[in-house]
């Protein structure tokens, strides 16, 4: 397994509403600009999407995953893993909430990615790092609005 990649951000909602946002992985295509298209195949007696297949424009990176989501440990940990992509070989994936006590959450986001084609490290860190930002900028606005 690769070096994680991750990167933390708070956000001014509370940690119920940024979770219910992550959890709502159908409506991603709406707010994350990587995410093209979101079919949800399986979810749990929650209703928690636990199945997906999606659509990744991450602009060097373009795939076509397919996730399984871990909602055990939710709200305060999402993690999913990749069943079968055209070019990843690996994609995992945790978002940790925590609750501030003060109306705002911290979302630490970590991931890892490998290809099927050689890519250089620093390529590869610098994509998923560039990835996470993107991502978590974007759930800061979905969440504030």
Known sequence: ??????????????????SEILKKIADYPSWSTTIKSVTVDESDANGNPVKVRLA?????????????????????????????ADLMTEMTGVYLV???????????YELTVNLSMPVPAMMRKKAEQATIDLALSQLKKRAEG
């Open 98 to 108: 925590k609750d501030n006590g003060d109306d705002t959450t911290d979302v630490t």
């Open 56 to 84: 990744v424009d991450a602009g060097v990176m373009k795939d076509r995953p397919t996730l399984s989501y871990d909602w055990s440990e939710a709200p305060g940990k999402i993690s999913f893993s990749l069943d079968d």
């Open 1 to 18: 397994m690769s070096d994680v990649s991750k990167a933390t951000v708070t956000i001014d909602a509370p940690m119920s509403e940024v």
